[in-house]
């Protein structure tokens, strides 16, 4: 059978999830699902590349990429789908929205939906997503940074050995969200990973209200919370903690937290 080219999704008030790397945001997306009609594909990285779009660079990653591919398979969009996606797609934009009518349509779900992304890289893309998803709402998931580099130096489900590499993944994100999110207060808001699990109905609701979707009560508990283990504890030593702790503490005091106490707090034990 000839595929067909998926049509344009809504662009009604999309919600982009971005961030760090290993900052809660797969679970965030699980418990977003729960909303009815607000659907959500696997990572798509549309919007992550500095490569302009259609250019060599830009759609190497849409070729070649085999996690991507596997994302694709796990959302229902078959290869030529796909394809036939990419080939006619002028721009990122038309590309990630017919992604989500292509992923829609395999998982059965009709019009009228609202749909979100959830692809923390997508941070970098920033700047394009504010200028060509006008009516979009962008959540920036932060976490402990202790807690983002044991995971990234842990590796269960991305590696990256290099201690200043790991610390870079927070760091640019903050980084970038901080120099951008003042040229569009209304549509941007900073979330803290850990006050989500401290009140995962009342901050899911709130952060519902933000997105403009409407949800019903009942749909989160606080039974829903994950436990933060603090891995760091184990997987850093206390030089490599404190590495971290150096680095981030600018950034980090202003969110909260007071990385230099909590890695003495560590030594003292």
């Not at 659907?39 to 549309?46: S, V």
């Not at 290869?79 to 009518?101: G, T």
């Not at 992304?117 to 962008?138: H, V, W």
């Not at 959540?139 to 200043?164: C, F, K, T």
Request: with cysteine; charged share 25%.
């Amino acid at each position: 059978m000839t595929a067909t080219l998926p049509p344009l999704a809504s662009d009604k008030m999309p919600l982009f999830i971005v961030g760090s790397m290993r900052s809660g945001s797969t679970w965030l997306r699980d418990m977003l699902r729960r909303v009815p009609d607000f659907i959500c594909p696997e990572e798509t990285h549309f919007l992550r590349w500095s490569e302009a779009f259609r250019s060599p660079g830009g759609m190497a990653p849409h070729v070649h990429n085999r996690l991507l591919r596997k994302h694709r398979e796990m959302d229902g969009v078959t290869q030529d789908v796909f394809d036939l996606i990419l080939k006619r797609s002028p721009s990122k934009v038309h590309l990630q929205r017919r992604y989500i009518s292509a992923f829609a349509a395999a998982k059965g779900v009709s019009e009228p939906f609202r749909w979100f992304d959830k692809t923390p890289q997508n941070i970098y893309g920033l700047p394009m997503i504010l200028s060509e998803f006008p009516r979009a709402r962008i959540v920036h998931l932060v976490r402990n940074p202790l807690n983002v580099v044991a995971s990234l130096q842990l590796g269960r489900q991305v590696l990256i050995p290099d201690l200043h590499g790991a610390i870079n993944c927070w760091l640019e994100a903050v980084t970038i969200w901080d120099a951008i999110a003042k040229s569009a207060p209304r549509r941007m808001i900073e979330v803290r990973y850990e006050d989500i699990l401290d009140n995962v109905p009342g901050t899911l609701s709130d952060l519902m209200e933000f997105a403009q979707v409407p949800c019903s009560e009942g749909l989160w508990e606080a039974s829903d919370a994950r436990r933060e283990k603090n891995q760091w504890k184990t997987v850093l030593s206390h030089r490599d903690a404190a590495i971290v702790a150096r680095r981030c503490d600018k950034l980090a005091s202003l969110r909260g937290y007071d990385l230099p106490a909590q890695v003495r707090a560590a030594e003292d034990r």
